[in-house]
């Protein structure tokens, strides 16, 4: 195939679970140095460089042979070889081209038998959808893993989910205070947009902390886990969050209303997006402010503001 959508053939095309070298250090420096490729701070480019990291993702990922996985920015495949060893079919999606390039011949020479399982697509995540990401398209449940560019993280997770509705769990590698404000709750100073977009979606929470030293180079700041669970039907249906997307996009309008004044009490906050008495029907208190609010409410607000609008 071409470089934008390539797949390693193999007689493998599916298989259990394999135990292959994973890359450290050294092996990451001569990959680099072999394809011409140097890190780069335009694509948020920090390369793990310790096999126990990619393993230890794996194992909070909870990946099985049985799983279909996207990872987002494989960069030289720290973590792709770490996902294929566990017997799992995936797609990586790198935005850089001589990295996406490079990345099939790096599966081919440390995990040749898992080569089958592995497509690459050279594409920014943000602009992947089902149509040009046919496979994962349909209704087959599929599970995100991956260290996030940490200057983007936060819109390709939220990207997705909106995008693929059977992007069921996430386990994905952020600056440690991107993870903290997506797993925050009502109430906490830095709860905001992220966290209560996300929640519309799903459940996350924190699940480690990640050091500096196992990044080539090193950042300047400090990394976490997150994880999410995406709801069932009936938990959707039972917190109120089960509108279509329209509802959905009614929810978001109030969430950034609310949050780009976040001083600002409801009723000041949102005199533009609902009547007066869309608080009174949903039980809301106006002079509360947004950072108080569940998103269970936001979706009540929203709601009471499709009924009057009847």
Not at 266 to 275: G, I, Q, R, T
Request: charged share 25%; aromatic share 6%; no cysteine.
């Amino acid at each position: 195939m071409t470089m934008n959508d390539s797949h390693l053939d193999d007689a493998t095309a599916s298989g259990p679970q394999t135990t292959g070298h994973l890359l450290g250090a050294a092996d990451i420096r001569r990959i680099a140095a072999d394809a011409g490729i140097s890190p780069t701070k335009k694509f948020g480019q920090n390369f793990v460089i310790d096999p126990g990291t990619v393993r230890r993702i794996v194992r909070e990922a909870g990946v099985t042979a049985d799983d279909h996985v996207m990872e987002v920015g494989p960069g030289l495949g720290s973590l792709t070889l770490a996902i294929l060893e566990t017997g799992a079919t995936m797609t990586a999606v790198e935005i850089d081209p001589p990295v996406a390039e490079r990345l099939p011949d790096t599966i081919a020479q440390f995990m040749p038998e898992a080569a089958g399982r592995l497509t690459v697509v050279n594409r920014d995540a943000l602009a992947v959808t089902p149509e040009n990401l046919p496979d994962f398209a349909g209704e087959r449940p599929f599970t995100l893993v991956a260290n996030l560019p940490y200057n983007v993280a936060t819109p390709i997770v939220l990207t997705l989910l909106e995008r693929f509705a059977n992007l069921d769990s996430f386990l994905v590698m952020v600056q440690k205070e991107v993870a903290d404000r997506l797993a925050a709750a009502p109430g906490n100073k830095i709860y905001g947009t992220p966290s209560v977009k996300l929640a519309w979606y799903g459940r996350a929470e924190r699940a480690g902390v990640i050091g500096r030293n196992v990044f080539w180079p090193a950042p300047n700041v400090d990394s976490a886990l997150v994880r999410f669970t995406r709801h069932t039907p009936d938990e959707a249906a039972a917190l109120g969050l089960d509108g279509d997307e329209e509802m959905r996009r009614r929810v978001f309008r109030l969430i950034d209303a609310a949050f780009g004044q976040r001083r600002k009490t409801l009723h000041a906050a949102l005199k533009h997006e609902l009547p007066s008495e869309a608080f009174e029907t949903a039980g809301i208190d106006p002079t509360r402010r947004g950072e108080t609010l569940t998103v269970t409410e936001f979706a009540a607000l929203a709601a009471a503001a499709r009924e009057a609008e009847r």
